[in-house]
């Protein structure tokens, strides 16, 4: 009899090991290397699940939308790529347009994606909205929940995918959920009864929420175990090829090691999208960390409300041009994939005890903001080392472009010494370890949308051609001193900049003359 070897997978990151370790050396994480003996593959109690649907008949093609022989290569054999025949749906559209941006226009039939995230983040509540709007639009979705009971389900269905206004006259009757028949829920853990079901009522769209309570009876280890997740993961994605079904993977990305993570089947699957956010504020942004149909520089902004996740429209965060600035806040340009946003970006500086300082971001990049630092201490001689230093993004949604560095830094110089950027000023660019202002990409895009929003004077790196929409003045600055010879007066009992020390929003001449001075010196 063959020998069985087994080695040691890492919970979190899914790296494989000989032998066992307290830490994992690839991710660092403790006590998350578990034993993993692969199953010996032709043994008849290990028959796949999937091999068992392709036997019962359930051929290729068989989940709707689906088309003939999207799959028909996967039985049939080796044919030339040209006579490879599309399904009859390319792509199946969400009902939402920031998922189907995030997707690259929607599901690809007989695709696997999985959503990952942290616990109660919203990735159920996503899902069954999508679920639901995908069976309005005539699709049947077979909906697994392996946590929570199908009455919970239909619970947040009640929240979520009651139409506007059309409450039930008998709240303990619960609402009512019309155009929701091909929208079937399953409460159950077990895989095999799972692809039983999904073989009855064929469905084009099959959600697993979540792989880490799904089990197979044949395999060893508790559910969230590497074996399951694994075992069953690879299950569901031949599955998906085989039948055409999208098949939608919800995983939780787990601190304490307990569960296996979504990091574990990454590589199977040929979506990964990564939902984020804070708890405590509404805003979400889904982001795919992989993707074989699309690409993944877009992102999907969501909020979340009392009836759900609502499509972002990035227009409606609040942002006033018109308002009088104030100390340590700067409006930055900042790009969500291809889409640009404004962001306020704030920060606060706090004396204390020298060697006790604290920098602390929020929503941004703690490395950018320790390097903002160290330059504006070189290049602006401003004395930060027995300050604390917080920054932040407003509103939720993390900026870790460099394009923000300007912003940030005028906005620790305006807190440090109690001094504005004009009003209406809108900042991008990124600062290097030299005190330059570097050019970003999308220079033209970030100004349109600035000036959309009404801030009609942007500041931005002298160097390089832009073309910037009409309207809109532009103060180009070569290095961070210039930037920083932008901040009005410092602010005193009266608001109003002293004239002597403001300079003209285009004024370009007199910091160009600084820089010109200093270089000689
Ligand atoms: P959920 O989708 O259950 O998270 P996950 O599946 O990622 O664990 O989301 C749970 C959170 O979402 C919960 O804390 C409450 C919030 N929520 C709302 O704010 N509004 C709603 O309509 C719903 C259904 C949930
Ligand atoms: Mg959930």
Partial sequence: MAKTVSHFVCRTCGG?????????????????????????????????????????????????????????????????????EPPVHRRIGTGSAELDRVLGEGFVPGSVVLLGGDPGIGKSTLLLQTAGRLARGGSTVLYVSSEESAFQTRLRAERVLVPVGAASADP????????????????????ARVAEQARRHRPGVLIIDSIQLIHRGDVSGAPGSVSQVRRCATDLVYLAKVS???????????????????????????????????????????????NRFGSTQEVALFAMTERGLEDLDPSLTRLDPSAAPRPGTVVASVMHGTRCLLVEIQALVAGTFPGTARRRVSGLDANRLAMAIAVLEQHLGLALGDQDVFASAAGGLK?????????????????ARRRTVPPGTAVF???????EIRPVHQQELRAEEAHRRGYRHVILS???????????????????????????????????????????????TRPRRRIESARRA
Avoid: N
């Fill in 16 to 84: 494989v090991q000989s032998r066992w370790m307290g830490k994992c050396p690839d991710c660092g994480a403790w006590d998350a290397l578990e034993r993993y003996t692969p199953a010996p593959v032709a043994r008849e109690a290990h028959r796949s699940i999937a091999d068992a649907w392709t036997e019962s008949g359930a051929r290729a093609g068989d989940a709707e939308g689906a088309g003939s022989t999207a799959s028909a290569a996967l039985i049939d054999g080796a044919q030339p790529i040209a006579c490879v």
């Fill in 462 to 508: 002298a160097e390089g051609e832009v073309r910037l929409p009409r309207g809109v003045e532009a103060t180009r600055v070569r290095t961070l001193a210039d930037a920083g010879a932008l901040l009005g007066a410092p602010l005193q009992s009266t608001p109003a900049p002293a004239d002597g020390d403001t300079p003209e929003p285009r004024g370009t």
């Fill in 429 to 435: 660019g990124e600062v290097g370890l030299g005190g």
């Fill in 399 to 415: 900026v870790v472009e460099p394009a923000v560095d300007l912003a940030m830094a005028l906005a620790i110089a305006g807190a």
């Fill in 172 to 191: 303990a009757a619960g609402a009512a959920l019309p155009g929701l028949d091909s929208l079937l829920v399953l409460a159950e853990t077990d895989l």
């Fill in 244 to 290: 055409g079904m999208v098949v939608i993977l919800v995983g939780h990305v787990t601190k304490d090691g307990q569960l296996a993570g979504p990091r574990l089947i990454e590589h199977m699957v040929d979506v990964v999208l990564s939902f984020e956010g804070e708890r405590h504020r509404p805003h979400r942004v889904v982001r795919a960390v992989k």
